[in-house]
């Protein structure tokens, strides 16, 4: 089984300033991916960014970007020139990739980061 | 439709009366989940339909809980005889089927339902 523990329960950060949020996992697969959702006081889960295990290169989206330390079983987010709408639950996700077969995008979530904003 | 929706936005319910959660996923998504969001849970997986199966029910935590899903489309989630406990936000989400050699689909999540036992 794989667990995804987020070891920051609240995080704030000034507007325009950078802020990184912290994730670690545990598990035996080779195969998989890691994701960043954010969930808004509305409740809609929203993907931010995603990354397969076995891509070396971090991935970035615009702001956002991921430091991914495969050994260490790390994936942070770092969220450049914050804004007052990144307000949000961050959580990252694991997802195992089946090498053959069909896979499927059962999720296995982190507790949640609390990201608020100041203007 | 745009997006996933769900039915009701809130539903407040007493202790050991059966409830009725739907999910309408977007137009040809073919892979539907359903996961509970709690305060002492955190965010778990419930179930997982491809097209109107479900191969994986696992998350699922009494026989209390059921699931079904009809024509590939619309997704029920049904609770008998609530327990406080099962109070939680349900939220449904659809992708497009997951093919073998393809990265992950993107999830896309509905609002979510917030259940109240009483």
């Known amino acids: 089984a794989q667990t995804v523990t987020q070891s920051q329960p609240e995080m704030s950060v000034q507007e325009a300033e950078t802020v990184t949020l912290s994730c670690t996992y545990d598990t035996s697969e080779s195969n998989y991916y890691l994701f960043w959702y954010k969930q808004p006081p509305s409740r809609q889960m929203i993907l931010v960014i995603r990354q397969e295990a076995y891509k070396q290169q971090n991935a970035t989206e615009n702001r956002f970007s991921v430091n991914f330390q495969k050994a260490a079983k790390s994936f942070s987010l770092k969220i450049s020139d914050s804004q007052l709408g990144d307000t949000a639950m961050y959580f990252c996700a694991f997802m195992k990739r089946y090498a053959g077969g069909t896979s499927y995008g059962k999720l296995t979530f982190g507790q949640g980061t609390i990201l608020t904003v100041h203007p | 439709g745009a997006g996933v929706s769900q039915s009701p936005s809130n539903k407040v319910t007493e202790k050991g009366k059966d409830v009725e959660l739907r999910c309408d996923p977007i137009?040809?998504?073919?892979?539907l989940y359903w996961y509970r969001q709690s305060l002492g849970q955190g965010l778990e997986f419930l179930i997982y339909?491809?097209?109107?199966?479900?191969?994986?029910k696992s998350g699922l935590p009494s026989d209390r809980f059921s699931a079904e899903r009809t024509g590939g489309s619309v997704s029920t989630l049904t609770i008998q005889r609530t327990q406080q406990e099962d109070s939680a936000v349900y939220l449904c989400?659809?992708?497009?089927?997951?093919?073998?050699?393809?990265?992950?689909?993107?999830?896309?999540f509905g609002p979510g339902t917030r259940l109240t036992v009483l």
């Open positions: 989400a659809s992708s497009l089927a997951p093919y073998r050699g393809q990265g992950a689909n993107e999830q896309f």
């Open positions: 137009s040809g998504h073919t892979a």
């Open positions: 339909f491809q097209g109107n199966s479900a191969p994986d």
